[in-house]
C-alpha cells in the first residue's frame, strides 16, 4: 500500500500541489501536517506496516535535518517500509546506495543553502553590510576627489593613499555620482 506525507515549507508552498502528486502516484492514505508539530509525520510512522511504502514529493517534506533524515529512514527500514521521493525519483524499494547517498547529500547541501540564504537576507533586512570594508574613511575620500580635481599626476596620488589608479578612478567616479 502507498501511503502518502504531505509537509508545508517556510517558504509558502500549498500542500494541494503536494497532494496532487501522491494522489496520481497512487496513494491509498494520506497523511498531512498542517503545523511543525510533526505529528502527522509521527502518525504515518505509526501507521506504516511491512510491504508498504511511504511516498514524499520531496526529502525536506519529509524531515528538516538530515539527522532527522536518518532517524525516519531507520524507523522505516526497521519496519520493512519502503520510501518513495517523486521529485528526485528515489525508490528504497529499487534505487541502489550509490543513488540513496547522492540524495541525501543533495537533501543536506539544500537545507544549508536554504539557511544561509534566510540568515543572509534577515542580516540585510538588519542593515548588516558584507564585502570587504572601505579602504578610505568618507574625510579621506573628499581629501582624494579634491586632490584628484587639482593634481596632473593621478599615480602619485594613488600611491599617497595606498591604492592602484584605477581604485583611484572608481573611487572619484562612485564620489561623485560617475560626473568624472
Known amino acids: 500500500m502507498n501511503i502518502g506525507y504531505a509537509r508545508f515549507s517556510t517558504t509558502g508552498q500549498s500542500l494541494d500541489i503536494q497532494l496532487e502528486k501522491l494522489r496520481q502516484y497512487g496513494c491509498d492514505t494520506l497523511f498531512q501536517e498542517k503545523d511543525n508539530t510533526l505529528a502527522e509525520l509521527d502518525a504515518v510512522l505509526e501507521f506504516v506496516r511491512e510491504g508498504d511504502a511511504l511516498v514524499v514529493t520531496r526529502l525536506d517534506r519529509l524531515a528538516c535535518s538530515l539527522h532527522h533524515l536518518v532517524q525516519a529512514m531507520l524507523a522505516l527500514a526497521h519496519k520493512q517500509v519502503g520510501l518513495v521521493v517523486l521529485d528526485q525519483g528515489l525508490d528504497s524499494r529499487k534505487a541502489n546506495l550509490y543513488q540513496?547517498?547522492?540524495?541525501?547529500?543533495?537533501?543536506?547541501?539544500?537545507?544549508?543553502?536554504?539557511?544561509?540564504?534566510e540568515g543572509v537576507a534577515k542580516a540585510k533586512a538588519a542593515g548588516v553590510k558584507f564585502g570587504r570594508k572601505n579602504k578610505l574613511t568618507a574625510a579621506e575620500l573628499n581629501a582624494l576627489r579634491q586632490e584628484f580635481q587639482a593634481s596632473t599626476n593621478k599615480a602619485e596620488l594613488a600611491k599617497k593613499y595606498g591604492l592602484h589608479r584605477s581604485s583611484l578612478y572608481r573611487l572619484v567616479q562612485e564620489n561623485n555620482g560617475g560626473n568624472e
Open 100 to 117: 540513496t547517498v547522492l540524495a541525501m547529500a543533495e537533501f543536506d547541501r539544500s537545507l544549508v543553502n536554504e539557511r544561509i540564504a
